[in-house]
């Protein structure tokens, strides 16, 4: 199966939520202006004593956070849900509506290293972060039917601080992007009998222009239907539906094959790459979950430089995404970039 190329004009569909995106890759013969300038980034130091988030650090709550050594999660001082909220719904009329969310928001440090990002981790360190993903899911999943696990990584994306963490939000309501994917996934699974991540996996596997970083257990992809110019999708080979669910062969795998795939993405503008990532999978408490597939998204907004971003503005706010560098260019430009740190090759300089 090709998919269909158009060198002119065209839009593509993304059959996990049914939106379109205009791809004007008649656009893309521009000059690649890419890697024209240094941007100086703050040395950032291993232990900061003003980091709410380091070992020993007290927080804005008071507590003070263990003198921890591997990851460290702990309930956001300042969630955005409750887990008190009545679960109700209210509704006046087809134009008012609402509902009561009951939930609530942890937060997860990656290493006690203020300095470093997962991109800058060994294996077995972001493996680590891997189970605490698990290992939070499997708990929060039995309360709540919706657990976001997500990064954002750099001050482009509003983290608040450098030190490696991420976040996971878990409520009794499923939010609208999971809601899509469930429906799409659904319709799949019911025409065809087979999870559309897992065809689309293969169907990509076997072309491999789109392929970032691929290994025995997990494929990276800047999908065909990509909205952000480097947005990647990773997703496992042997279907999986939560993060709970993945066994030690592909947990070992995932660990290896993220810190393969943000390398990659810090490299290509020897900077650190800022994205928004999250995984998406089955809703909790339902044994109707075969359509699905466990995946990662990853959405980060730079361009063509350290400081040159995408801005979804205009006709993207107005009428439907759009994007000039074809995902085929994006991950061929991934794909040519070294699996070597650009700051660990600075260091042995
Ligand atoms: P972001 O940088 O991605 O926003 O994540 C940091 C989170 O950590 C943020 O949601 C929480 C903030 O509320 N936080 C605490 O819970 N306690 C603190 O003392 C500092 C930050
Ligand atoms: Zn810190």
Not at 300 to 308: D, E, G, H, M, V
């Amino acid at each position: 199966m090709n998919p269909p190329t158009f060198p002119s004009p065209h839009r593509r569909r993304n059959p996990l939520t049914g939106s379109w995106v205009l791809v004007s890759a008649h656009r893309t013969d521009r000059p690649w202006l890419g890697k024209t300038e240094r941007v100086d980034v703050p040395v950032v130091p291993r232990h900061d004593p003003a980091c709410h988030l380091c070992p020993g650090a007290r927080r804005a709550s008071g507590e003070r956070n263990p003198d921890y050594s591997g990851t460290f999660t702990f309930t956001n001082d300042f969630p955005a849900m409750l887990p008190d909220a009545l679960p109700e719904r209210a509704a006046c009329g087809d134009l008012f509506q609402a509902e009561a969310v009951a939930g609530t928001c942890r937060v997860v440090c990656f290493s006690p290293r203020h300095d470093l990002a997962l991109s800058q981790m060994d294996d077995a360190s972001i493996e680590a972060v891997v189970a605490t993903w698990m290992e939070e899911a499997a708990a929060l999943g039995a309360v709540y039917p919706s657990v976001q696990v997500f990064e954002n990584r750099g001050a482009t994306m509003g983290a608040s601080n450098p030190h490696p963490h991420g976040q996971i939000w878990a409520g009794s309501s499923i939010p609208s992007s999971t809601e899509a994917e469930d429906h799409h996934q659904l319709v799949y699974w019911r025409k065809k009998g087979r999870p559309l991540l897992t065809d689309y996996v293969e169907a990509e596997t076997g072309d491999g222009t789109r392929v970032v970083v691929a290994d025995e257990e997990w494929v990276a992809v800047v999908p065909y239907w990509a909205v952000w110019p480097f947005e990647t999708l990773l997703v496992p080979r042997r279907p999986v539906r939560r993060l709970p669910e993945l066994d030690p062969a592909a947990r070992r795998s995932l660990a290896r094959i993220l810190h393969r795939l943000l390398v990659r993405y810090d490299n290509l503008f020897c900077h650190p790459f800022p994205y928004s990532m999250g995984w998406h999978g089955a809703p909790f408490g339902t044994d109707e979950a075969e359509h699905w597939v466990l995946h990662a998204h990853f959405y980060p907004p730079l361009l063509r430089s350290a400081t040159i971003r995408k801005f979804m503005v205009g006709y993207e706010l107005t009428a439907e995404a759009q994007r000039d560098l074809t995902p085929e260019e994006a991950a061929r430009r991934l794909r040519d970039v070294p699996e070597r740190h650009y700051l660990a090759i600075t260091d042995e300089r």
